[in-house]
């Protein structure tokens, strides 16, 4: 059973930082794209970061220079380095992973397979 698990959320100030985790199990991940997704109520769940199954790294524009994704599908683990974060960047934030997923696909939520339970990440102005 395939299981992946966030973890590393919290309440912040503006300007902090905070580092999530995922950690994946159940199957070899070595050709599946993962990813970082948020949804904040009433809206839609949307890409934050991600890396094709052969780790060509993405991310949305909001938070390009403030955000870091790394990790490997190798290792199945993916984290995301959050930065100088803002209160619009209050979200759940969801790990994701899709087999085979590129470039074209990685920011669709219907590319990926398997999700996280996701964590609360919360930014006080």
């Known amino acids: 059973q395939v299981q992946l698990v966030e973890s590393g959320g919290g309440f912040v100030q503006a300007g902090d930082s905070l580092r999530l985790s995922c950690a994946a199990s159940?199957?070899?991940?070595?050709?599946?794209?993962m990813a970082w997704f948020r949804q904040a109520p009433g809206k839609e769940r949307e890409f934050v970061a991600g890396f094709t199954w052969n780790h060509n790294t993405y991310y949305t524009r909001s938070v390009e220079a403030r955000f870091i994704i790394s990790g490997r599908n190798t290792e199945n683990t993916v984290f995301l380095q959050m930065n100088s974060l803002k209160p619009e960047d209050t979200s759940v934030y969801y790990c994701?992973?899709?087999?085979?997923?590129?470039?074209?696909?990685?920011?669709?939520?219907?590319?990926?397979?398997?999700w996280g339970q996701g964590t609360q990440v919360t930014v006080s102005s």
């Open positions: 994701a992973c899709g087999r085979d997923v590129s470039q074209p696909r990685l920011r669709l939520r219907t590319s990926y397979n398997y």
């Open positions: 159940g199957r070899t991940f070595s050709n599946y794209a």
